[in-house]
């Protein structure tokens, strides 16, 4: 009987181990199901839309200029964001911003007699969701271009497949050096990099905030952890004394991060992570009557932040890569668009996807006139290498060798202490600093 | 014991006062024991290891450092405790019945929390929420979420173990963690669609600043104040009274008394005239509703919740009722209780004390795991292992 029951435990404790697994498991069966129903599903609508207009001046040009029957053919742009799961609100907005683009761009890839259309992905914010969507969007050969990540581990994972098969992809939010500092050819970003904003912050830290200590606490992804390192760095060489430096996975119940802290007593609390998780630690360490100030990256530029730490965050500082849609007054007519579209304030990153995606545009139609039909994804690669500056809603781009714009614009923005609704709120975030650098 | 018999002497027809109180605050007293003693026995190991550390570090006294905080280390782990002791009843009450692990028992905790939080949800809605008494709103938040993963936990009983209960005992085991991913996405879906959001916030009224213990002085002269969330304290005085009503009900009940037929010796007991079903759905209505409780009640202390929120939770539940023994209640609130303290004595002192080579709260689950191991190396049948009785 003892036997039996010691079997008994074995068994559970494997099956335990299986069930351990199940934060990684139970995400890949489900995402392999939905993201080919993503596909289709979400595709119809915004094809639809270009596609029929389309249709009519694609038979005049048919016929007027019977000169290139090689320009016809179907071209899909793919998205992978988030867009289900805690980080959903900002993936969302970069599917809704390149949809956007798509719509009011497209017209370059139509009148030329493609077929053009959205295939957005969602990787989670996982990145073997994102790996596996990789090897979707590179079997399917009419995908020639590709808007994302929001999370730099993600698109870590996904870039070598990309690269294997020569994929652009343009990163409207990917912060991480790697991404570009790894030898992808194929890897683009069109915002900065997380080495000059852990700088920036370090600086905004040091000299406006008049801080003399620091506890980092950070996500253990590549983004936050990669963040919080060059925090650190900056910090510790320009004396700031750093008092603690953890990472954690926690999501909820931050208690036993935050003894440490209160008895370090710091002056500065910086997270290096994302919204969904920095909502709750600050909110429990004012709970607990910790008065550190807080500062943290673009991780945490989302009206969610507000809503799920409420008053903690109320006039704290971040730093960022992308301001609000409304300090870019390019944007003014997307910051519309979107609205009305989708019903909501555009997030940030959108206008930035709405902007990569005009590069992926750009790119397939000059590729496409050079070949003179189709283009193929090593054209697309070299076609956005070689276009030269770019002009979109949120700031002109070139890129460099490394796939980095030649100079970024970083921010410091100062969460607005107003009351409301936390979309609205979120889009009165003032911005404190405002600072062209160039690539490293 | 709990589950079995040989705590109560046989024919429970009149029971004395006195019986019934020991029946009830004995194993209150263990628990108690093992609080002290395992909280006794940590901070003496945690000091002695920084006393022989102190040497490493020139810079901050260690052994002062992890005086400073050993209180307040204490308080957290007490509370975390608590958490996995009241998600490890549910965990041991069916395994206790069915000798079957409840995968699916840390969502259930997971609904509780979440119909807690579109209650509170609902009530700021209607601007009533500030106007309500605390403790008023905790009442009625818990007895919602227990009402709601109660129901739950016998609808998934009678849909996904029943018609597997005399199959081979790892078929309901898999039945168990397709509910328990069905419960998550499930919902992840209904939070997306009602506009509760993925993160959802928990609105409470407002408690009040934590209560200052104590104020203990540090080494540079500051004093750090010893904290007890109010929140935390409604919790820890909870989830007793659950543990005290859980005893009276299995041990001083006829109620109970069938329960532990059932549990003992399932064909006999419905020889007896028990309804061996409706207990077993009994069983799960009571371990869910603790569940949902217990959800409820640590919603309302984090503040958001997600569908997420209980997968971990219940994981370490389990190993907490495993480390008590499994199938004994008083054993799943010491094992609870003595998981909770070996998280947050790692998560807390652990960078401390290596320097900051290891950081502690990405290492907890493993140092804290590894002593578990240790433990059960030692005691195959948990701490309070003993007396589980076997059934031969």
């Known amino acids: 009987m003892r036997y039996q029951a010691s079997k008994l435990l074995l068994t559970t404790f494997l099956i335990g181990a299986l069930a351990a697994c199940a934060p990684a498991a139970p995400v890949a069966p489900t995402a392999a199901p939905a993201a080919p129903t993503a596909a289709p599903e979400p595709t119809a609508a915004p094809t639809a839309a270009p596609a029929e207009p389309t249709a009519a001046p694609a038979e005049p040009t048919a016929t007027t200029a019977p000169a290139a029957p090689a320009m016809s053919g179907k ?59 990789a090897k979707n969007i590179a079997s399917d050969p009419d995908i ?74 950070h996500d253990k992804t590549d983004y936050g952890q990669g963040v919080a390192e060059f925090f650190r760095q900056q910090a510790e060489k320009n004396g700031i004394q750093v008092l603690g430096f953890e990472g954690t996975e926690e999501k909820s119940n931050f208690e036993s991060i935050l003894t440490p802290i209160q008895a370090a007593n710091p002056d500065l609390i910086y997270f290096g992570g994302i919204y969904d998780q920095a909502g709750p630690l600050f909110r429990q360490a004012r709970d607990r009557g910790i008065t550190a100030k807080f500062l943290g990256p673009d991780g945490l530029d989302s009206s969610e932040l507000l809503k799920l730490a409420g008053d903690a965050v109320k006039g704290m500082y971040y730093t960022s890569v992308a301001a609000p849609v409304s300090q870019f007054p390019d944007a003014a007519k997307f910051a519309e668009d979107y609205k ?67 100079t970024s614009t970083y921010f410091v923005l100062q969460v607005s202490d107003k009351d409301g609704e936390p979309g609205e709120v979120w889009n009165a975030n003032a911005v404190v600093k405002k600072l062209d650098i160039p690539a490293p | 014991m709990a589950i079995t018999a040989d705590a109560i002497p046989a024919p429970a027809s009149r029971r004395t006062l006195r019986m ?51 209180p307040q280390v204490i308080v957290d782990g007490l509370v975390r405790g608590f958490l996995f002791a009241t998600i490890a009843l549910g965990y041991t009450m069916v395994y206790g019945v069915l000798e079957f692990i409840n995968f699916a028992h840390g969502e259930i905790f997971m609904v509780g929390a979440f119909s807690g939080a579109a209650l509170g949800a609902a009530l700021a809605a209607s601007g009533i929420v500030n106007a309500l008494p605390p403790l008023l709103f905790v009442l009625i938040a818990v007895i919602v979420g227990m009402a709601v993963s109660g129901t739950l936990a016998v609808t998934i009983e009678r849909i996904a173990y029943r018609p597997l209960r005399n199959a081979p005992r790892l078929v309901p085991l898999i039945s168990a963690i397709g509910v328990s991913l ?12 009602t506009g509760l959001g993925f993160n959802a916030r928990f609105p409470t009224p407002n408690f009040g600043p934590p209560l200052q213990l104590a104020q203990i002085p540090a080494a540079d002269g500051r004093t750090i104040p010893l904290i007890l969330d109010v929140r935390a304290l409604i919790f820890i005085v909870a989830a007793t009274l659950m543990l005290i009503g859980l005893n009276y009900l299995v041990n001083a009940t006829k109620l109970g008394t069938a329960i532990r037929a059932v549990a003992q010796d399932r064909p006999t007991a419905s020889l007896m005239g028990i309804n061996v079903n409706q207990i077993i759905a009994l069983t799960f209505l009571i371990g ?76 907890a689950d493993i140092v804290a795991f590894a002593i578990l191991i240790l433990i059960l190396i030692f005691r195959p049948s948990g701490l309070l292992g003993e007396a589980v009785a076997q059934k031969v």
């Open chain 1, 340 to 406: 009305a579209k989708f019903n909501e304030d555009a997030p940030p990153f959108s206008a930035q996807a709405y902007d990569a995606m005009g590069i992926c545009i750009r790119a397939i139609a000059q590729a496409a006139e050079k070949a003179g039909g189709k283009p193929s994804r090593e054209q697309v690669v070299q076609a956005i290498r070689d276009a030269g500056e770019y002009k979109g809603i949120t700031g002109a781009y070139t890129f460099n060798a490394k796939g980095d714009p030649v």
């Open chain 2, 182 to 193: 069905l419960l998550q996405d499930g919902m992840r879906l209904i939070a997306n669609v």
């Open chain 1, 144 to 217: 020639l271009c590709i808007v994302g990540h929001l999370n730099s581990g993600v698109a870590l994972a996904s870039l070598p497949t990309y690269k294997d098969n020569s994929l652009a992809m343009v990163s409207p939010a990917n912060t991480n050096p790697k991404i570009t500092e790894s030898g992808y050819q194929n890897a683009f970003r069109v915002v900065g990099r997380d080495d000059v904003q852990g700088a920036v912050g370090e600086e905004f830290a040091r000299t406006e905030m008049k801080i003399k200590s620091v506890y980092i606490i």
């Open chain 1, 75 to 133: 071209i899909k742009i793919a998205t992978q964001s988030p867009l289900s799961g805690p980080q959903a609100a900002l993936g969302t907005g970069i599917r809704n911003g390149a949809d956007l683009g798509l719509q009011d761009m497209g017209k370059m890839l139509t009148d030329m007699g493609f077929e053009v259309e959205l295939a957005p992905f969602d990787d989670q914010a996982k990145p073997e969701v994102g790996a596996a969507n």
């Open chain 2, 288 to 363: 869910g509703a603790l569940g949902g409780a217990a959800g409820v009640l640590f919603g309302i202390r984090v503040g958001t919740v997600n569908p997420y929120i209980g997968f971990l939770p219940g994981l370490k539940a389990f190993t907490a009722a495993v480390l008590g023994g499994i199938g004994n209640i008083p054993g799943a609130m010491v094992g609870g209780i003595v998981l909770g303290f070996l998280e947050a004595f790692v998560a807390s002192y652990l960078s401390l004390l290596t320097g900051g080579a290891f950081s502690g709260a990405s290492y």
């Open chain 2, 20 to 70: 019934t109180l020991a029946g009830v605050f004995g194993p209150l007293g263990q628990v108690f024991i093992f609080v002290v003693g395992s909280a006794i026995v940590l901070s003496v190991i945690t000091v002695l290891v920084a006393f022989l550390l102190r040497g490493t570090r020139t810079n901050v006294d260690l052994v002062q450092a992890t005086l400073t905080i050993l």
